[in-house]
């Protein structure tokens, strides 16, 4: 029945869905909602992530909407090419020189000098980055004496006048001193550091002490194939001191191999067979009067077995902190003494063995070429006869002592995407104006570069860490300590380790990088105007072949690049044949020899300074990192075809079976991985660059996370090829790609684990390092899928 006018209001029971009061409610309900969830996922989106990211600055709640990328209109107030244009505009050879000139006024040897620290530490704060010191208790020597001499038995026949030559009783014996070797430097008047009071010894940093007196051999450069030829040739070593010349290989590796042959002390020496074409022999004057090596010069350095481990050789592999464990050094130094010399002092020595035993040219192709035959050296091989001796004497002070590294923080608004710069401040010497003090002079230019733009309103998006080391030249101590330290947050947090030694030595760019910055170091060099402008508007990439080697040792990048797995770099202006000779860790490595010969009007200096600062920054501030995966793969291809071609000849067996196929694949898989990986990381980084309007803020918060993930990839990519029980008989080398070669530490060797198993014709060697290897190289694959 239908209601009608008399049905009691209140008694009316609908039993028919309500109808709608009126039309509007279901839009309202429906924005309500809407409202609603848009407000949760606001708060999820923007607030939450807010939390997540490091750093306490308020506005970094906003850092997915503020970020990142300067054609975001919110972060134009000063962008990625104003940035580019102070690091371009600030530095000034003024300036290099000046640091430099205060770096080489004075010893500053591992351990020796706070003062420089401190200053150090002063002026970085000055430019506007924190900066603390971080000081670790290595154990390192210092020289106390020396001596070497050329004696020669006396004949009992003759009866000399003693008082007419200088005479000397080692033991029972007495002998007539033929030569006592200066083991000195000339002061030179118009070198001031070659004359300081308290310049520094020549010796190796080390090295043994001891006194010994023996016969001694020439054993060419000291490799290993050198000791193997001699073996080989019945030269008697065991017992004997080896005359070496200095080159091809890191010097402890010499000092080394010769102890493992009985060997009972190491004489090195620096023949101008290494100078290429300035030589006096082929007419120039020598320093400081013309471009030609001194002929009293010597090259000190350390004798550490660098392939086995780097650092202080009581810590292996923990930091040295006061009080901890102290372990037996000599797994990683020498027990037996060893000296450096001049050419000048290696001459009497040398041409004493004219006429004894066989003749270095008689040997193979690596024997050939001696510096001094014009000088009358014929380069016999001996021994020396049994009359004729040296008597190698160095004494050395070994105490454990601080050293200190200065590190300085540029924080990001990522906290967890850090690049470290570094360069080491110790030197062998006074002076190191090009060894390390061009590259500290260079990296105090990089940090006033980018304190300027921090005060014009620079807010970098990635961390930014300086690192000034103490104790690089000892063993990469300050580096390796450090990175030993923070490992569990450098492993987190690093992107890439930057580093500049010798930043200028000559104008020959050169530099060794993992394959992820190849690209990158390729686009700043571009970036950057030679110092040689005889073709007007060539850039230093211009100028270089593009080759970068593979990463060996010899600097502070070993254990960012070997032990923790970060890709890491290293480059500089080096000297060519045709360049001024480069008196590498000699009293001549001066402020005088850099104003004069090796860096005139310092253009260099800011060269590289200009590299190295446009480098970071691109690290820095472009949303995607600029890392490369396929230009890993393919340097992993063209290592694997070389050890391929090793086996040929040095394990035919290994090369004709399918042992290193599987690698092979693993390696194409890694390629096909990489390609789609960095074409999909192309695409986000153009839709960042042409730009999200504001309003789209789902889509940015969208693009914000996929950069991130991105980026973590390429962050963890090299991670991938650690190894954690490391490389047989050097644990401490964890990287499965990059290591120093076992017998020539500078030099990079490429899958050391096989390289080194085919070198032993060790099948099951080769066999277990190819599945280790191509694990790491899966798991890398997996990594960026
Ligand atoms: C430390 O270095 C400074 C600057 O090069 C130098 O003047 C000073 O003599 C050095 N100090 C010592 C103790 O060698
Ligand atoms: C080296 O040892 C010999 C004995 O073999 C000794 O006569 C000489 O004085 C020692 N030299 C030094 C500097 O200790
Ligand atoms: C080295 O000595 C061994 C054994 O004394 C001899 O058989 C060999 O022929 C010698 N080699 C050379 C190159 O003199
Ligand atoms: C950088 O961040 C760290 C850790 O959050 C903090 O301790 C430090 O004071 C910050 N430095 C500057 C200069 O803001
Ligand atoms: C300077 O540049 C010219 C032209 O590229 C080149 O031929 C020359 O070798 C360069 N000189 C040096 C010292 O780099
Ligand atoms: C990475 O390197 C490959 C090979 O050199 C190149 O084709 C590709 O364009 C590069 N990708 C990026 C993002 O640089
Ligand atoms: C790599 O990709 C190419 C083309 O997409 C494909 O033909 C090839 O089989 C892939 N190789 C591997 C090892 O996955
Ligand atoms: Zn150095």
């Known amino acids: 029945m239908p209601p009608n006018e008399q049905t009691p209001l209140i008694q009316t029971v609908l039993i028919s869905p309500p109808r709608p009061r009126y039309t509007h409610s279901t839009i309202r309900r429906f924005c309500t909602i809407a409202l609603g969830t848009t407000l949760v996922v606001i708060v999820i989106l923007f607030l939450i992530p807010g939390r997540w990211l490091p750093g306490n600055r308020s506005e970094s709640e906003w850092a997915p909407l503020r970020h990142p990328w300067s054609s975001w209109p919110e972060r134009a107030q000063f962008s990625y090419d104003d940035l580019r244009k102070v690091l371009l505009d600030t530095p000034n050879e003024e300036k290099a020189r000046q640091w430099s000139q205060y770096y080489t006024a004075g010893p500053h040897l591992a351990g020796k000098n706070l ?356 104790g690089e030249e000892y063993g990469l101590i300050g580096s390796t300590e450090w990175v030993e330290e923070y490992i569990p947050w450098l492993s987190k947090s690093a992107v890439a380790y930057l580093n500049l030694d010798a930043g200028t030595r000559g104008p020959n760019f050169d530099a060794a990088a993992s394959p992820l910055l190849n690209k990158a170091l390729y686009e700043a060099t571009s970036l950057i105007q030679s110092p040689n402008q005889t073709i007007p508007g060539q850039t230093v990439r211009d100028l270089w072949d593009g080759h970068i080697r593979t990463m060996g040792s010899g600097s502070d990048f070993t254990a960012f690049q070997d032990f923790a797995g970060i890709p890491s770099l290293d480059m500089g202006f080096a000297s060519g044949p045709d360049s001024p000779v480069y008196h590498y860790h000699s009293n001549y490595d001066s402020f005088a020899w850099m104003d004069k010969f090796g860096d005139v009007g310092w253009h260099y200096h800011v060269a590289i300074t200009k590299v190295w600062a446009v480098l970071a920054a691109a690290l820095v501030e472009t949303p995607i990192i600029a890392l490369n995966a396929t230009d890993y793969a393919t340097g992993l291809d063209t290592y694997l075809h070389s050890v391929k071609k090793l086996s040929t000849t040095a394990f035919p067996s290994v090369a004709d079976s399918p042992i290193l196929d599987s690698l092979e694949s693993a390696i194409a898989r890694l390629y096909n991985a990489s390609i789609t990986f960095d074409a999909k990381a192309a695409d986000l980084a153009d839709i960042i660059n042409s730009g999200v309007p504001w309003w789209r803020w789902w889509r940015k918060a969208q693009l914000y996370y996929q950069v991130r993930q991105v980026n973590d990839r390429y962050k963890y990519l090299e991670r991938n090829f650690l190894h954690k029980e490391g490389l047989d008989g050097r644990s401490w080398f964890k990287h499965v790609v990059f290591a120093p070669g076992l017998w020539t530490g500078y030099a990079g060797a490429t899958f050391p684990g096989l390289v080194e198993a085919v070198d032993r014709k060790d099948r099951e060697g080769v066999e277990r390092w190819s599945k280790i290897i191509e694990k790491n190289i899966d798991d890398a694959t997996e990594s960026l899928k």
């Open 115 to 470: 003062s420089q620290a401190i200053w150090t530490r002063e002026k970085w704060q000055e430019f506007g980055v924190q900066s603390s010191i971080v000081d670790y208790d290595i154990y390192i020597n210092y020289p106390v004496g020396h001596r070497l001499a050329l004696l020669e038995k006396k004949s009992k026949s003759k009866t000399e006048s003693a008082e007419e030559e200088q005479e000397d009783v080692i033991g029972m014996m007495k002998y007539k001193v033929k030569y006592e070797c200066s083991l000195e430097e000339d002061v030179l008047d118009e070198d001031p550091t070659s004359g300081l009071d308290n310049r520094i010894p020549t010796f190796h940093g080390y090295s043994a002490s001891g006194n010994a007196t023996a016969q001694y051999v020439y054993v060419n450069f000291g490799t290993y194939e050198d000791y193997e030829d001699l073996v080989r040739a019945n030269i008697s070593l065991k017992g004997n001191i080896a005359l070496v010349k200095y080159g091809k290989i890191f010097r402890g590796l010499k000092v080394k191999r010769a102890q493992e042959l009985g060997m009972v002390g190491v004489v090195i020496y620096t023949d101008p067979q290494e100078d290429g074409e300035m030589t006096e022999e082929n007419g120039y004057k020598t320093y400081p009067n013309g471009p030609a090596r001194n002929p009293s010069s010597v090259q000190r350095g350390s004798t550490q077995f660098l392939s086995v481990a780097p650092g202080d050789p009581t810590t292996p592999g923990y930091p040295s902190k006061p009080g901890v464990p102290r372990q037996d050094p000599h797994h990683s130094i020498p027990s037996i003494p060893s000296l450096p010399i001049s050419y000048k002092d290696a001459l009497p020595l040398l041409k004493a063995l004219n006429g004894h035993g066989p003749k270095a040219s008689d040997f193979n192709k690596y024997w050939q070429g001696g510096g001094l035959g014009y000088k009358g050296v014929q380069y016999n091989i001996g021994p020396s006869p049994s009359g004729l001796v040296l008597n190698l004497v160095n004494e050395q002070e070994y105490i454990t002592t601080p050293l200190w590294n200065v590190i300085g923080i540029i924080n990001g608004t990522l906290q967890d995407e850090v690049i470290v710069l570094g360069n080491h401040r110790d030197a062998w010497i006074a002076g190191g104006a090009g060894d390390p003090n061009s590259g500290s002079a260079c990296l105090n230019e990089v940090i006033r570069s980018f304190g300027e733009a921090l005060k014009q309103g620079w807010k970098p998006l990635r961390t930014i860490v300086f690192a000034s080391w103490d």
